[in-house]
């Protein structure tokens, strides 16, 4: 059984920061991309940023130079390092992977149970 486990989310004021991680356990064969979405009451989910195999990122306009998403291969690990945050950005971040398990022949799309970030002062 494949999970993602996130933490790191809170209160913050605004202009503060907050790093967010992921975890993947389970029976893992590989991870290929793996991403940090948000979601408010009444909106649908949007992509925060993305993190491939190879290391290349992608940001939302949003959060771009404010942001950063990195990971750590050997912890199946992914962060985002979030700067500069401010009242819009409180929502609930999700993580996001492709990961093949060692009982598939394919590698499949697994969530996050969710972490609550409020930005309020």
């Known amino acids: 059984q494949v999970q993602l486990v996130e933490s790191g989310g809170g209160l913050v004021q605004p202009g503060g920061s907050l790093r967010l991680s992921c975890a993947a356990s389970?029976?893992?064969?590989?991870?290929?991309?793996m991403r940090w979405y948000r979601q408010t009451p009444g909106k649908q989910r949007e992509l925060v940023a993305d993190i491939t195999g190879d290391d290349i990122t992608n940001y939302a306009d949003f959060v771009k130079g404010r942001f950063t998403i990195s990971r750590d291969i050997a912890k199946n690990s992914v962060y985002l390092q979030m700067n500069g945050l401010k009242p819009e950005d409180t929502a609930v971040y999700y993580c996001n992977a492709d990961i093949k398990s060692y009982r598939s022949y394919y590698a499949y799309e697994y969530w996050g149970q969710g972490t609550q970030v409020t930005v309020s002062s």
């Open positions: 389970g029976r893992i064969f590989s991870i290929s991309a």
